[in-house]
C-alpha cells in the first residue's frame, strides 16, 4: 500500500497519537470521514449553480 511497511504505519500511527491524542482521534477520523464523502459529492454533482437573483430580490431602482 503505496509502498509504506508495517514498520511505517505503525509508527505513522504512532506519530499522530502522540500530536492528536489518543481520546480526540475518533474526532480527526470522522472529521476526515466527512471531507473526503463531501469532496466525492462535490466531484459527482452538476457544476451549474444559479446565481441570477429572483424578481423579488431585485432592488427598487433598478429594472430587471
Known sequence: MFGL??????????????IFGARRLPEVGSGLGKAIRGFKTG???????????????VEDGEKP
Open 5 to 18: 511497511g508495517v514498520t511505517e504505519l505503525l509508527l505513522i500511527l504512532g506519530v499522530v497519537i502522540v
Open 43 to 57: 466531484l459527482t454533482e452538476p457544476d451549474e449553480i444559479d446565481v441570477t437573483p429572483k424578481k423579488d430580490e
